[in-house]
């Protein structure tokens, strides 16, 4: 005899229902990247020399800290770009896994037959928020996609959610 419980591994394991790895869309690229950054280098290196030679010395200052600034805004641009968040439907459980860009995980695990997506529809734009609610409690989810990509990931769920709560599907051979 053991001392663990073996029936466990018997068990074959549960369909998938969905699975959606969600991430943050950047339409720049890293080549991309490097080529606007020495533009804007260039760019205003030229006009802060003219400054310079005109005697306004501060100005080629200023144009300097303005591309540092920029630099500094698409790092942190690229740095958010690493968050995830997964998605999975089984028959038993809702599994919501987020990572944000330091790696840093958070899990929720729901049960499909007790939890309800909520849309905040906006009547110019489309859904604004998607979330989920089960006990009282709400769970925002998908929030860096557009509201198009909201909508069909909504019914995508949706609808894994309602096979979710009709149960598995037994296929008797006679």
């Known amino acids: 005899m053991t001392a663990g419980n073996d029936f466990d591994d018997a068990l074959p394991p549960e369909p998938e229902l969905f699975s959606a790895l969600l991430v943050p869309h950047r339409s720049l690229s890293r080549k991309a990247f490097v080529v606007l950054m020495a533009i804007i280098s260039v760019l205003n290196f030229t006009a802060g020399m003219i400054f310079l030679f005109k005697g306004a010395w501060p100005v080629l200052v200023f144009f300097v800290l303005d591309v540092l600034a920029i630099y500094w805004a698409f790092r942190i641009n690229f740095r958010d770009a690493k968050a995830t968040e997964e998605i999975s439907v089984t028959p038993s459980e809702l599994r919501i896994r987020r990572t944000d ?26 859904i604004e928020r998607l979330s989920l609610v089960s006990r009282g409690r709400s769970l925002a989810i998908a929030q860096f996609l557009g509201p198009d990509e909201k909508s069909s990931f909504a019914s995508a769920l949706a609808s894994a959610l309602q096979a979710a709560r009709r149960g598995p599907v037994c296929n008797q051979v006679a």
């Open 101 to 126: 860009h330091r790696g840093t995980a958070t899990e929720w695990v729901f049960n499909p037959l007790w939890v309800r997506l909520e849309q905040k529809v906006h009547a110019e734009f489309g």
